[in-house]
């Protein structure tokens, strides 16, 4: 407590210097020094950065940038990111100070570095909420800073895309305005830099925007961004690789157009490598763009993805990942690739995903959205198999009731045309097993089975009836006992 009370002394006496070093000195030199120290200690907590915050600093900072040397105006432009950096109610108080004008000044400056500072600041202003980011943007904030994207910095590219990003990520009215001042054709320019932190931001910028709708999906799309989209996705840097992912995503959960787009410029086996190859939350958006394709009325997409063997990645993904979203989210894909046909359910059945399916929704630590999910995947894939081979191993008495009645009525459909169908049935044991599960009467599951029974005569479903062998042993004693009766003897005698 000793300690921690004397670093909060000492911290609240270097605020109180650094506040009249810039306030009362004429000195240039001073004045950026203690901008400088006060930028630290504002980086540091919360706690500092609100006391620098209420202490007045900032109405003399601003003051002082508009006639500051342009060493001064960095660091300056420094301590204001710093402040607003950590919670909106900050960035808030810079803008009430006039703070907002001066950033975007910083912009326009001749110097790199105040421009850099001036970008980086405004992105820690917008990310906070909508009406910050409207703020920066009824500033004038926009078009400059696509204009930092054609300098040669490649750091004040990365602060200048990463704002836009900031800025567009929050709805369709930031993103359209991003857009219409030229932000796409900018980005997709700087995808020639070969930066992975600039291409990191160049993604998650395109990615937002076309995540706002069909219209400034067709910008994304139509910009080329799809061509960059490949060499992305197999680049060192994970984040480059989720980024890109993010922006396929988007743009295939638009329109079946846009899914189709995808499939024919980017293919779907580098979309099925990126998820062998990455783990975890990385994983995520290469899995939602397999189930946005696949959700696509045009069984053609789906098809393709299960030619590069998306459905194995999806299955590794849901068996041995820890994440539930990502398990559901690996579970709805395959239920998408699997509703469209028999060929499509065919496919999952073979590469057993619907035992995998009936044991995630069954085990006990996967919660309830994940339980819905597999359930949901399973009925729509079931209901496309016709092969009953795929079909019996999956009758258990332990399942979900409604599964297994969905898994009786495709029996059932499957056994009525067909003898041959009728005699596999009763060779593989699915007859026998059915006859095994305990049920109330009245249940749909009953009724289904009652008619799976009537294709077959009454003494094979007698035979096969839980209490088949009890009435065997019991006839076998009875004619035991008629045997050694003395009745049973006079008749032989006679």
Same mark, same amino acid.
């Given at each position: 407590f000793f300690f921690s009370s004397r670093r909060r002394h000492t911290r609240q006496r270097s605020v109180s210097w650094a506040r009249r070093c810039v306030q009362e000195t004429g000195v240039e030199s001073i004045r950026q020094s203690a901008?400088?120290?006060?930028?630290?200690?504002?980086?540091?907590?919360e706690e500092i950065a609100e006391n620098i915050a209420n202490s007045g600093i900032?109405?003399?900072?601003?003051?002082?940038?508009?006639?500051?040397n342009k060493h001064f105006k960095k660091e300056a432009a420094t301590l204001l990111r710093c402040i607003a950096k950590h919670k909106a109610e900050l960035a808030e108080t810079v803008i009430k100070e006039e703070g907002l004008k001066v950033l975007v000044d910083c912009l326009n400056e001749f110097d790199p570095a105040v421009k850099h500072a001036g970008a980086w600041a405004i992105s820690c202003i917008a990310r906070h909420n909508v009406s910050l980011a409207e703020l920066v943007v009824a500033a004038g904030a926009v078009k400059p800073l696509i204009d930092c994207l054609k300098e040669k910095d490649i750091g004040l590219k990365r602060v200048a895309s990463s704002a836009l990003t900031?800025?567009?990520?929050?709805?369709?009215?930031?993103?359209?305005?991003?857009?219409? &001042?030229?932000?796409?054709?900018?980005l997709i320019n700087l995808f020639a830099d070969k930066d992975a932190q600039l291409t990191r931001q160049i993604c998650a910028c395109l990615a937002f925007i076309a995540g706002h709708g069909i219209e400034l999906a067709d910008a994304v799309d139509y910009s080329g961004v799809l061509d960059k989209i490949p060499e992305c996705l197999i680049d060192p840097d994970i984040k480059v690789r989720t980024n890109a992912a993010c922006v396929?995503?988007?743009?295939? #959960?638009?329109? &079946?157009?846009?899914?189709?787009?995808?499939?024919?410029?980017?293919?779907p086996l580098p979309i099925v490598e990126f998820i062998r190859y990455s783990s975890g939350d990385a994983r995520l958006p290469g899995i939602e763009t397999l189930g946005h394709i696949a959700k696509q009325k045009d069984e053609g997409l789906a098809k393709e993805c299960l030619k590069d063997f998306a459905h194995i990645e999806l299955k590794n993904a849901l068996m041995n990942e820890t994440s539930p979203l990502i398990k559901e989210k690996a579970a709805w894909a395959l239920g998408k690739l699997g509703q469209h046909s028999q060929d499509h359910a065919s496919s999952l059945a073979e590469a057993g995903i619907l035992q995998q399916l009936l044991i995630t929704h069954a085990q006990s630590g996967s919660n309830e959205d994940l339980k819905k999910r597999s359930k949901k995947a399973l009925l729509k894939i079931i209901r496309k198999c016709k092969n009953l081979q795929q079909i019996e191993p999956l009758i258990d008495n332990n399942i979900d009731q409604e599964i297994l009645t969905c898994l009786v009525e495709v029996c059932l459909d499957l056994l009525?045309?067909?003898? &041959?169908? #009728?005699?596999?049935?009763?060779?593989?044991?699915?007859?026998?097993?059915?006859?095994?599960? #305990?049920? &109330?009467?009245?249940?749909?599951? #009953?009724?289904?089975?009652?008619?799976?029974?009537?294709?077959y005569p009454r003494d094979v479903v007698d035979y096969f009836a839980p209490d088949a062998e009890e009435k065997i042993i019991k006839r076998v004693e009875e004619a035991q006992e008629q045997t050694n009766s003395p009745n049973a003897n006079l008749k032989y005698k006679t």
């Open positions: 901008a400088i120290t006060l930028g630290k200690l504002a980086s540091k907590k900032i109405k003399t900072i601003v003051q002082y940038m508009g006639t500051a900031e800025i567009a990520k929050h709805k369709i009215d930031l993103a359209r305005k991003v857009t219409d &001042e030229g932000a796409i054709a900018g396929l995503k988007e743009l295939a #959960k638009q329109s &079946e157009r846009h899914a189709a787009r995808v499939m024919s410029i980017v293919h009525q045309p067909s003898l &041959e169908t #009728k005699k596999t049935f009763l060779e593989c044991g699915g007859f026998k097993k059915l006859q095994q599960i #305990k049920t &109330e009467g009245g249940t749909k599951f #009953k009724d289904v089975r009652d008619k799976i029974n009537a294709l």
